[in-house]
């Protein structure tokens, strides 16, 4: 069973678009992320969300806007796509406040390309 | 702002060699996460340290942390070709593991 599961793996797609990316968790985890790794390996968070909540949101564009209809799910939904945008996003989960000696568990990544 | 800077960005080395790999940040932080990816793949947690002088192994990997010095090592021991990855140190500064700043990322290469 694969722990943090995120759809699609590739989505290649026109600039001025507008797409989503689903995540999904099974591991009972309170809090989930939203990161991004640009084409030289960067990682950086962009949001979290911890039972729903919103408790993290970086510099982020505001074409980007996460969701999170329950705990266990976490979708990215991007307006007007720009090159700029073209990166690896990946997903992740974690139990939350007060279980700090817990990693945070990574999904396999969305590779978006803007054409 | 939170620096967590690497080093070295690359490295290659020979099986059976040994070397370390840096992990500086400038703000007191006493928790810090190592993570491994291999070309495009997922992110596997390494090693969670949670305290000064804390070290964790796990087979040829060894980690450890002095949060004084604002450093975390990573040490391969007698490195072989399946170690071949990109490794990355993560700093977190929430004490609830809920934001983590991340290295630049090392990538290793280990040659035959």
């Known amino acids: 069973d694969t722990a943090v599961s995120q759809t699609p793996k590739y989505l290649v797609t026109q600039m001025g678009n507008d797409k989503s990316i689903k995540c999904e968790q099974n591991?009972?985890?309170?809090?989930m992320y939203w990161y991004k790794q640009d084409s030289k390996k960067f990682l950086k968070i962009m949001f979290s969300?911890?039972?729903?909540?919103?408790?993290i949101n970086e510099t982020v564009p505001n074409r980007f806007s996460p969701k999170s209809p329950d705990k266990a799910h976490l979708n990215l939904h991007i307006n007007s796509l720009e090159l700029g945008d073209s990166a690896v996003y990946f997903c992740a989960s974690s139990p939350g406040s007060g279980h700090d000696n817990q990693p945070q568990h990574f999904g396999d990544g969305t590779r978006l390309s803007i054409l | 702002e939170l620096k967590v800077e690497q080093n070295p960005l690359f490295l290659s080395m020979q099986e059976g060699k040994n070397y370390t790999i840096y992990c500086n940040y400038s703000?007191?932080?006493?928790?810090l996460y190592w993570y491994r990816q291999d070309p495009g793949k997922s992110l596997e947690s390494l090693f969670v340290l949670l305290s000064n002088g804390a070290v964790k192994q796990e087979g040829r990997l060894m980690a450890s942390l002095d949060t004084k010095a604002r450093l975390s090592t990573l040490h391969i021991t007698a490195a072989v070709h399946d170690l071949s990855a990109t490794y990355f140190c993560?700093?977190?500064?929430?004490?609830?593991?809920?934001?983590?700043?991340f290295g630049t990322g090392t990538r290793l290469q280990v040659t035959l």
């Open positions: 993560a700093v977190d500064l929430s004490g609830t593991a809920s934001k983590l700043t």
């Open positions: 703000t007191t932080s006493d928790r």
């Open positions: 591991l009972g985890h309170d809090t």
């Open positions: 969300y911890n039972n729903k909540e919103l408790i």
